[in-house]
């Protein structure tokens, strides 16, 4: 069976996507910044002997190359990077810190390290590990609010980390093309998780209707396709 490596695995959309993919009966490297207190995630590893899981931040760059040397002969058919914050929390406390006028540029720091490096950083060190694999994909949780073309929202931190996440990954793809590397972003769609507002929280879909619809648009990605940024039910998103 393949094997995926899932940053960011023990909440929210990643720990739906391990899930999933376990269920399906795929090898799992779920990472995660604190596996002792990862209670569902570790509950999982305990019903999947194919899953495993790992200690990684990834704004932590050796650590991501301890990984990487750790995993060192292994293939990695798809490498997700879906770990990403979009700011501090509580969310609704904390907006007006990356908002014009009002920004706190640690905010951004923090952001950008975490939602444009690390996946960057990821995408080098388990470059190879991913060229020798069958499936060959590098997928990157972005954001529709990352789209200059289509939404507008004040918070200049986490979207400008998604429009940067955007160009990287297009630059990439083209580079690892010759690998023939598949590279795409894609935008779960407003989903239930700590990311989202107690105000708005009757918008949001659930993470299994999200992540069923992201899994059927990776397995049938392309080379063709390589560079693109797609929504969870399939539509394409302008830049
Ligand atoms: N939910 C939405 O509506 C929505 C919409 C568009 C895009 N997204 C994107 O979807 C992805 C997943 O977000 P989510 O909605 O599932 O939010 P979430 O429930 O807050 O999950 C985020 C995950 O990322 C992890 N993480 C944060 N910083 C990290 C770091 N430095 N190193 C390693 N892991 C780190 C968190 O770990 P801890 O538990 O340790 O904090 C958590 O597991 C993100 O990239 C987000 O930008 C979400």
Request: charged share 20%; net charge negative; hydrophobic share 40%.
């Amino acid at each position: 069976m393949p094997t995926i490596l899932i940053t960011g695995a023990n909440q929210g959309i990643g720990l739906e996507f391990t899930r999933q993919y376990s269920a399906a009966g795929w090898s799992v490297v779920a990472c995660c910044r604190t596996p002792d207190t990862a209670d569902a995630l570790q509950a999982l590893a305990g019903d999947h002997a194919r899953l495993t899981v790992e200690r990684l931040d990834v704004k932590d760059h050796d650590a991501i190359d301890d990984l990487a040397d750790r995993y060192s002969g292994q293939t990695i058919d798809i490498l997700l990077n879906n770990a990403g914050i979009v700011g501090p929390y509580p969310l609704d406390d904390h907006l007006e810190r990356q908002h014009f006028g009002t920004m706190d540029y640690a905010v951004w720091d923090d952001v950008l390290h975490t939602n444009t490096f690390g996946p960057l950083k990821m995408t080098e060190a388990f470059v190879n590990h991913v060229a020798a694999s069958e499936q060959k994909k590098i997928i990157s949780i972005s954001s529709s609010v990352g789209s200059i073309s289509e939404v507008t929202i004040p918070g200049i931190a986490y979207a400008s980390s998604k429009t940067a996440l955007n160009r990287v990954m297009t630059i990439v793809a083209r580079e690892l093309k010759e690998k023939s590397i598949i590279v795409a972003m894609l935008c779960p769609g407003y989903t239930r998780t700590r990311m989202v507002s107690e105000n708005s929280l009757q918008y949001a879909i659930e993470p299994d209707t999200s992540v069923t619809g992201m899994r059927k648009i990776i397995s049938s990605l392309t080379l063709a396709n390589s560079g693109s940024f797609t929504r969870y039910n399939g539509d394409t998103i302008g830049w």
